[in-house]
T-cell receptor, first 114, second 111 residues
Framework: AQSVTQPDARVTVSEGASLQLRCKYS??????LFWYVQYPRQGLQLLLK??????VVQGVNGFEAEFIKSNSSFHLRKASVHWSDSAVYFC???????????FGSGTKVIPCLP | EAAVTQSPRNKVAVTGGKVTLSCNQT?????MYWYRQDTGHGLRLIHY???????EKGDIPDGYKASRPSQENFSLILELATPSQTSVYFC??????????FGAGTRLSVL
């Protein structure tokens, strides 16, 4: 069975500063990895996904993630945070695209004035 | 654009009552899923389906049933609702080689 750990429940970051959200997964096979974002009172929207190839994958709105197999990690990054990035971010793993996803508990991002 | 529609958006139910949550997708996807979201737990899989007439148990199926009468529709049924089932429920659809698309969620309160 697979699992996902997001160790930070909340992250406060100054607008314009860089952001990194941590994600570690556990899965015995080759993982399909995802980051989703949930804005208030909305469903989940895909930010980016990874299965193979370049370990740094680009997503929407300036987000990127890096797959580090040796560390079982798939951290999400953004170079400069905007107030509109206020949301909950979920990391997820599955055995294949469109297979059932296993989610982490989510990280709430709170941008603040610098 | 992929579309997944859930109804109702909000529901208040009484303990012991029957609740049906509906999901419709216009993407012609084979796979559909029901998740619940609770603070501190992320999303947890309740039931899923690989096509019309099929349902499978997810990680937390107790107290829930599912029905997939057609390619487009996937329902989640609480025969005897309990307060512990108060949550936000999300439906998703997807197909092999593609990602999952989520509905906007149903907020259920069981009093």
């Amino acid at each position: 069975a697979q699992s996902v750990t997001q160790p930070d429940a909340r992250v406060t970051v100054s607008e314009g500063a860089s952001l990194q959200l941590r994600c570690k997964y556990s899965y015995s096979g080759t993982p399909y990895l995802f980051w989703y974002v949930q804005y208030p009172r909305q469903g989940l929207q895909l930010l980016l996904k990874y299965y193979s190839g370049d370990p740094v994958v680009q997503g929407v709105n300036g987000f990127e993630a890096e797959f580090i197999k040796s560390n079982s990690s798939f951290h999400l990054r953004k170079a400069s945070v905007h107030w509109s990035d206020s949301a909950v971010y979920f990391c997820a793993v599955s055995p294949g695209f469109a297979s059932a996803l296993t989610f982490g508990s989510g990280t709430k991002v709170i941008p603040c004035l610098p | 654009e992929a579309a997944v529609t859930q109804s109702p958006r909000n529901k208040v139910a009484v303990t012991g009552g029957k609740v049906t949550l509906s999901c419709n997708q216009t993407n012609n996807h084979n796979n559909m899923y029901w998740y619940r979201q609770d603070t501190g737990h992320g999303l947890r899989l309740i039931h899923y389906s690989y096509g019309a007439g099929s349902t499978e148990k997810g990680d937390i199926p107790d107290g829930y049933k599912a029905s997939r009468p057609s390619q487009e529709n996937f329902s989640l049924i609480l025969e005897l609702a309990t307060p512990s089932q108060t949550s936000v429920y999300f439906c998703a659809s997807g197909d092999w080689g593609d990602t999952l698309y989520f509905g906007a969620g149903t907020r259920l309160s069981v009093l």
